[in-house]
């Protein structure tokens, strides 16, 4: 290894220990041999796409000689619409975490500092080390978001929170109005990166939406995605929803074809479907459900989640399990990185799949 490379990185990209992800099915497919694989590590829809996507992927195959639009604009029309607000409101990202690195390259240098929770999304201090900024993490409460003790955090050299609503990886749902206090609080020089990855799970009928917000608070950026609740991860589309300044400023440091053409073809349709977004929310309310009770009956307590996954505390040590339910084919999350040794994370699957993972679990549990 040639460690001189190294010395010539900048100093936060020196100690950057990059994100991990959820094991891909073909990964283990290779390291073990199986072939009967279900993964509920990374929060994807097990229903898969929706029929309007595909199709509107087979029919944009053949226009792919040509640069995708760059503006994103037929797709932030339709976002604009369906959420009632001016298309200068709107920033597409490769996937909603390109709007995290946007917003991290957009406003931070080495001087300034970023808020966010102990448990809160692994990317948030990724993007603040890339960029050499101070990482401020607040502990969390109850395995969530400690607001007040984040605002007693904020300095004046603040100069991006993060708050993740609903949070990944615990599940953990604030409520609107206290997020709306702890926005009216921040300074105007303080932006607040409101994360709604899971905002379509979230099934309280008082959840308000944070987008009347954005008249009041021209520092807010609410981020949205298309990889979970509407099935499409793997193509990358996320976008942002803020004032038209923030959206400007994103759209300076992008790079101009960040959103290839299927993706962009296939969000807008699966915006339109809404059968499909009904039929995930379903499955996912009485997949939770199925999995809950298979705790129970295994003793296991768990975090309230109001997300398409759910924290389960396995009192021994998360990785030895992970591991032990990698052999028997079933990929989950283990959570130490996020200072949870005792826990895994499980993604709702379908029945079929939480039923062999709850399987898997009864019969690796005392056997690690
Ligand atoms: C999954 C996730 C994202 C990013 O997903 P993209 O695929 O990049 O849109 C952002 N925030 C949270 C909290 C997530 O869990």
Same mark, same amino acid.
């Given at each position: 290894?040639? &460690?001189?490379?190294?010395?010539?990185?900048?100093?936060?990209?020196?100690?950057?220990?990059?994100?991990?992800?959820?094991?891909?099915?073909?990964?283990?497919?290779?390291?073990?041999?199986?072939?009967?694989?279900?993964?509920? /590590?990374?929060?994807?829809?097990?229903?898969?796409?929706?029929?309007?996507?595909?199709?509107?992927?087979?029919?944009?195959?053949?226009?792919?000689?040509?640069?995708?639009?760059?503006?994103?604009?037929?797709?932030?029309?339709?976002?604009?619409? $369906?959420?009632?607000?001016?298309?200068?409101?709107?920033?597409?990202? &490769?996937?909603?975490?390109?709007?995290?690195?946007?917003?991290?390259? /957009?406003?931070?240098?080495?001087?300034?500092?970023?808020?966010?929770?102990?448990?809160?999304?692994?990317?948030?201090?990724?993007?603040?080390?890339?960029?050499?900024?101070?990482?401020?993490?607040?502990?969390?409460?109850?395995?969530?978001?400690?607001?007040?003790?984040?605002?007693?955090?904020?300095?004046?050299?603040?100069?991006?929170?993060?708050?993740?609503?609903?949070?990944?990886?615990?599940?953990?749902?604030?409520?609107?109005?206290?997020?709306?206090?702890?926005?009216?609080?921040?300074?105007?020089?303080?932006?607040?990166?409101?994360?709604?990855?899971?905002?379509?799970?979230?099934?309280?009928?008082? +959840?308000?939406?944070?987008?009347?917000?954005?008249?009041?608070?021209?520092?807010?950026?609410?981020?949205?995605? +298309?990889?979970?609740?509407?099935?499409?991860?793997?193509?990358?589309?996320?976008?942002?929803?803020?004032?038209?300044?923030?959206?400007?400023?994103?759209?300076?440091?992008?790079?101009?074809?960040?959103?290839?053409?299927? /993706?962009?073809?296939?969000?807008?349709?699966?915006?339109?479907?809404?059968? @499909?977004?009904?039929?995930?929310?379903?499955?996912?309310?009485?997949?939770?459900?199925?999995?809950?009770?298979? +705790?129970?009956?295994?003793?296991?307590?768990?975090?309230?989640?109001?997300? &398409?996954?759910?924290?389960?505390?396995? $009192?021994?040590?998360?990785? /030895?399990?992970?591991?032990?339910?990698?052999?028997?084919?079933?990929?989950?999350?283990?959570?130490?990185?996020?200072?949870?040794?005792? @826990?895994?994370?499980?993604?709702?699957?379908?029945?079929?799949?939480?039923?062999?993972?709850?399987?898997?679990?009864?019969?690796?549990?005392?056997?690690?």
């Amino acid at each position: 290894m040639n &460690n001189k490379i190294y010395q010539l990185a900048s100093i936060g990209v020196q100690q950057l220990i990059p994100y991990k992800a959820g094991k891909a099915i073909e990964e283990l497919e290779r390291e073990l041999g199986l072939t009967k694989i279900i993964k509920l /590590a990374s929060n994807e829809n097990p229903l898969g796409p929706g029929k309007k996507a595909i199709t509107a992927i087979q029919q944009a195959l053949s226009g792919l000689a040509l640069y995708p639009d760059g503006s994103g604009y037929s797709l932030k029309q339709a976002l604009a619409q $369906k959420y009632n607000l001016d298309i200068e409101q709107i920033t597409l990202g &490769n996937g909603s975490n390109e709007l995290l690195e946007l917003v991290a390259r /957009a406003f931070l240098t080495p001087e300034f500092e970023v808020v966010f929770s102990q448990h809160a999304f692994a990317v948030y201090p990724i993007v603040t080390q890339a960029v050499g900024a101070k990482a401020v993490v607040v502990p969390a409460l109850n395995y969530g978001h400690d607001l007040d003790a984040m605002l007693n955090a904020v300095t004046d050299k603040t100069r991006i929170v993060f708050i993740a609503n609903p949070n990944n990886p615990t599940g953990t749902l604030l409520a609107q109005e206290s997020v709306e206090r702890f926005i009216a609080a921040l300074p105007g020089t303080c932006i607040c990166v409101l994360d709604e990855a899971y905002f379509e799970f979230v099934s309280s009928v008082e +959840f308000i939406d944070s987008i009347d917000w954005l008249k009041r608070f021209p520092n807010l950026l609410i981020t949205r995605t +298309f990889s979970k609740a509407y099935g499409l991860a793997g193509l990358r589309v996320g976008y942002g929803l803020s004032s038209p300044e923030m959206s400007d400023i994103l759209n300076r440091v992008r790079q101009p074809f960040n959103n290839n053409t299927l /993706a962009l073809v296939a969000a807008e349709a699966a915006l339109s479907d809404e059968e @499909h977004l009904k039929e995930t929310v379903r499955i996912n309310i009485s997949g939770m459900l199925q999995l809950t009770e298979g +705790f129970k009956e295994l003793n296991l307590t768990w975090i309230p989640s109001a997300g &398409n996954f759910v924290l389960v505390d396995i $009192k021994q040590s998360g990785q /030895a399990l992970y591991e032990a339910l990698l052999r028997k084919g079933v990929i989950v999350r283990p959570v130490g990185n996020y200072e949870l040794p005792q @826990h895994l994370r499980i993604s709702i699957g379908t029945e079929a799949e939480n039923k062999i993972f709850l399987q898997a679990l009864a019969e690796t549990l005392n056997n690690v």
